[in-house]
């Protein structure tokens, strides 16, 4: 599919997504939503790792499209924020992982779409905030579901309640990313995690992407059970017998994500 707001390069088994409308610093609307979920729901199988940034210098996704929300009635309201909480949704379950290389502002469903990857680096000059309130609307992308679990209810809700948008900096210091860089170095250092992701077994960071996701919600004993049961999966599988012989053998492991 040829997209429109969409820009995708490979580099080996790592796929870069741009999210490109310049005019609107990347904002969301249902277009821009609709070519994401087809291209999340058609990710090329030899991709095992995705990462997500944005076109240009000044924004990796400024927000939903204000002009498209004016005029909603609460129907179409429920409907639009269904389809954007269904994207990030499904980037946020893909069995690889999903790195945003936030390159400016994250504001809104900008800020959404990055806490629904697995991990967020920043360039120094990016801003992050959920400033829906002062348009009289809440975080509609489940962003008040993953900004407190990520740094915590106090601070979610008060940058929610206040619309205060914070500097990179700030969002190292409360845990909402992971690493921040100079803008020249952002896409470097994002290829550079990808690839020592990719010198690991796919099968165990797919596993362990899932303990982790799945296990979070459920009490101690029902999350350490969901790991056993996980681990014993690797066992079923060739790259925990590539792995372990190569450590025994004292060579480099050959993984096929099998």
Do not use: W
């Amino acid at each position: 599919m040829d997209y429109e707001f969409l820009k995708i390069e490979r580099q080996g088994a790592v796929t870069i997504l741009l999210i490109s409308a310049p005019k609107s610093l990347n904002a969301l609307n249902s277009a821009v939503l609709g070519e994401m979920e087809h291209f999340v729901s058609h990710l090329d199988k030899d991709t095992r790792v995705l990462i997500i940034t944005g076109d240009g210098e000044k924004a990796f996704v400024a927000g939903a499209d204000i002009a498209q929300m004016a005029h909603l009635d609460p129907q179409q309201g429920e409907e639009f924020g269904r389809l954007g909480a269904r994207v990030f949704r499904a980037i946020e379950t893909l069995p690889i992982p999903v790195i945003a290389a936030v390159n400016g502002f994250a504001l809104g469903g900008g800020c959404e779409l990055a806490m629904a990857c697995d991990i967020r680096i920043a360039s120094v000059k990016a801003k992050f905030g959920q400033p829906e309130v002062g348009l009289g609307i809440i975080p509609g992308f489940s962003g008040t579901y993953r900004l407190p679990k990520l740094i915590g209810q106090g601070y979610a809700k008060e940058m929610i309640y206040t619309g205060k948008i914070i500097r990179a900096d700030e969002a190292l210091r409360v845990g909402l990313v992971n690493a921040i860089y100079e803008p020249e170095e952002l896409m470097p250092k994002a290829l550079e995690m990808a690839q020592a992701m990719l010198s690991k077994a796919p099968c165990a960071i797919a596993l362990a992407k899932q303990s982790i996701s799945d296990g979070y919600d459920l009490n101690a004993d029902e999350a350490i059970a969901l790991e056993n049961r996980l681990f014993g999966q690797c066992f079923a599988t060739r790259d925990q017998k590539e792995g372990m012989d190569a450590f025994l053998t004292k060579r480099k492991p050959d993984f096929h994500g099998e």
